[in-house]
């Protein structure tokens, strides 16, 4: 058994002829500077969450031709000392114009062709990522199904596209079989604790993963394995039991997530009370809701199951006070890569390759001294 660092969730900016993919994503977020900044980062598994698009994965056959990436005994492919998972970010409609993102992993590329001729006729724009299907939950849990695949609700708890957090209280609401969902991603404002109210959940295994829309926002949030082989295989079976496989999830800590809490876009104002606000206390309007207000307005479990992985609250390198970008860039290319620089590498090292103000930054980090502000509204938190 090996512990294997992982991020799931990866949109690609644009393919190998320069169309494309994730509008909103950085277009220098392509395969090769995943696969670059995966290994700065001290990752050993990434997953590509635009597969099924079809630029992305005309550029994955290319890969595959020229023998720059191999297949994996168990499925997945080996590009370097990176070990590629296949998925596809779809959005799916619920009752009343809500609408969730979910991602579908496949183990080989004959799947994800597959999964794609399947949704094809849902499917308005093939080019495109998170896919909008013009079909219902259960048509796309059939699909993935048949392909081999494993069902992931992506950024659950999210106000913008998240299942828990946007559309029902239980995934049995929009699925006809939600046991057949393999895990649940937290997203960027949710941690374990905050999971484990809703009692729907209980059942899934918990992901930690980035939904990276630039170079930089990989590896923010990562989940540890511990598995036999770095492959599908390997991976799906960890999701078992609730997690059997996964030895820790490293989530950003919730606050400083975009959604943390309630945000009126009218006064300003970013909801502070010990209970779920979802109207602004000043002009009586509906706020954009915080996904700690949607998980107190919709908890109903007081159970924190003891055997759960371990959640590390984890605030990314770039996001520390006194490490700009080009501290940052300095410190992985003469330290090493940034899970080392945050968690293991000596500080005079650090020092001597970002200076005393990294140093020391980090520092703070590791001991619990920084001072963390709430994110809402579309803004992610501070740290000072």
């Not at 989530?251 to 009218?266: E, I, N």
């Not at 109903?300 to 605030?315: G, L």
Request: glycine share 12%.
């Amino acid at each position: 058994m090996a512990l294997v660092y992982a991020d799931l969730h990866i949109h690609i900016g644009k393919t190998k002829r320069g169309t494309p993919v994730k509008i909103p994503a950085s277009p220098a977020l392509t395969l090769e500077t995943i696969v670059k900044t995966a290994q700065l980062k001290g990752l050993q598994m990434v997953g590509i969450a635009d597969a099924a698009c079809s630029g992305v994965l005309a550029d994955l056959e290319a890969l595959l031709d020229r023998g720059t990436i191999e297949p994996v005994t168990g499925g997945g492919y080996r590009w370097g000392q990176i070990t590629l998972l296949l998925g596809s970010e779809v959005e799916i409609g619920h009752d009343g114009g809500k609408e969730a993102h979910f991602l579908g992993f496949f183990p080989n590329l004959a799947a994800v062709q597959d999964y794609a001729a399947w949704i094809g006729p849902a499917v308005t724009n093939a080019a495109l990522s998170t896919q909008r299907l013009k079909a219902d939950g259960n048509t796309w849990l059939q699909a993935v199904a048949a392909c081999g695949g494993v069902a992931v609700a992506a950024h659950a708890f999210t106000p913008h596209k998240g299942v828990y957090g946007s559309c029902v209280r239980r995934l049995g609401e929009m699925f006809a079989c939600p046991e057949q969902f393999a895990a649940l991603e937290l997203g960027l404002s949710a941690d374990t604790a905050m999971a484990q109210t809703i009692a729907d959940t209980h059942r899934y295994a918990y992901l930690a993963n980035s939904d990276a829309h630039s170079p930089a926002s990989i590896g923010r949030e990562f989940t540890v394995y511990e598995l036999p082989e770095i492959s599908f295989r390997a991976w799906r079976n960890a999701l078992r039991n609730r997690g059997q496989g996964i030895a820790a999830l490293h989530g950003m800590t919730p606050l400083l997530g975009r959604y943390h809490r309630s945000f009126c876009a009218s006064c300003g104002v970013l909801a502070a009370e010990p209970r779920a606000v979802l109207s602004c206390p000043h002009c009586g309007r509906r706020m954009i809701t915080g996904v700690w207000d949607r998980v107190h307005q919709i908890a109903d479990s007081s159970e924190q199951a003891p055997d759960r992985p371990p959640y590390k609250a984890h605030v990314p390198l770039a996001m520390l006070p006194g490490i700009g970008p080009a501290t940052c860039t300095k410190l992985l290319q003469e330290v090493g890569p940034e899970l080392d620089i945050l968690y293991h590498a000596p500080l005079e090292e650090i020092r001597r390759g970002g200076g005393l103000r990294a140093a020391a930054s980090i520092h703070r980090f590791r001991t619990g001294q920084l001072t963390l502000h709430p994110g809402g509204g579309g803004k992610y938190g501070k740290v000072t």
